[in-house]
T-cell receptor, first 115, second 113 residues
Framework: EAGVAQSPRYKIIEKRQSVAFWCNPI?????LYWYQQILGQGPKLLIQ????????DSQLPKDRFSAERLKGVDSTLKIQPAKLEDSAVYLC?????????????FGNGTRLTVT | AQSVTQPDIHITVSEGASLELRCNYS??????LFWYVQSPGQGLQLLLK??????LVQGIKGFEAEFKRSQSSFNLRKPSVHWSDAAEYFC???????????FGPGTSLSVIP
């Protein structure tokens, strides 16, 4: 099966600019996650979708971050305006929750550098 | 709230030597426990998971982990490390298979030829 696709692979922007990341989960996976991984740290969950509804966005900085999952498939994560501390790898993952043994399937991530 | 600690930030082992990576979790009930590996430039890959049953679980690439409720630990082991095992290893926990997965800070493994 095709894996989780993310684009772009790398992005360099200046602070106060905006940026968007795209994720296409594995076909049939109802649950989609966005994680932020700062260098030297473990991934931190930003937002979790179940189909096109938000399950958990408690750690999403809503003043600057937004995410959507139209039609319950692809998802976009946006940062506007970006800050230096947003430099990180943004990981998208998906899972099929009806299978209680289903793990998270991760994409390769988007590495964001804010200068 | 759930949390995961990995006491070792970085570990170096010789190729062929045994490996144990430590993981401790904080959660009242028996959580869902995972070990993921992240190779340079790659996404995270699941090595193994524990939900219930036998406390010694086998994973991919020759890894195993043991759940010890009394110690709130889920340590990862491998009897003989290969150079290709050099990577970042993350322990993770979730309350249920549907709940959010919380990752530890990771342990970086270096392998000396």
């Amino acid at each position: 099966e095709a894996g989780v696709a993310q684009s772009p692979r790398y992005k360099i922007i200046e602070k106060r600019q905006s940026v968007a990341f795209w994720c296409n989960p594995i076909s049939g996976h109802a649950t989609l996650y966005w994680y932020q991984q700062i260098l030297g740290q473990g991934p931190k969950l930003l937002i979790q979708f179940q189909n096109n509804g938000v399950v958990d966005d408690s750690q999403l900085p809503k003043d600057r971050f937004s995410a959507e999952r139209l039609k319950g498939v692809d998802s976009t994560l946006k940062i506007q305006p970006a800050k230096l501390e947003d430099s990180a790898v943004y990981l998208c993952a998906s899972s099929f929750p009806r299978d209680s043994n289903s793990p998270l399937h991760f994409g390769n991530g988007t590495r964001l550098t804010v200068t | 709230a759930q949390s995961v600690t990995q006491p070792d930030i970085h570990i170096t082992v010789s190729e062929g030597a045994s490996l144990e990576l430590r993981c401790n979790y904080s959660y009242g009930a028996t959580p869902y426990l995972f070990w993921y590996v992240q190779s340079p430039g790659q996404g995270l890959q699941l090595l193994l998971k524990y939900f219930s049953g036998d406390t010694l679980v086998q994973g991919i690439k020759g890894f195993e982990a043991e759940f010890k409720r009394s110690q709130s630990s889920f340590n990862l082991r491998k009897p003989s490390v290969h150079w290709s095992d050099a990577a970042e290893y993350f322990c993770a926990v979730a309350k249920t298979s549907y709940d959010k997965v919380i990752f530890g800070p990771g342990t970086s493994l270096s392998v000396i030829p």
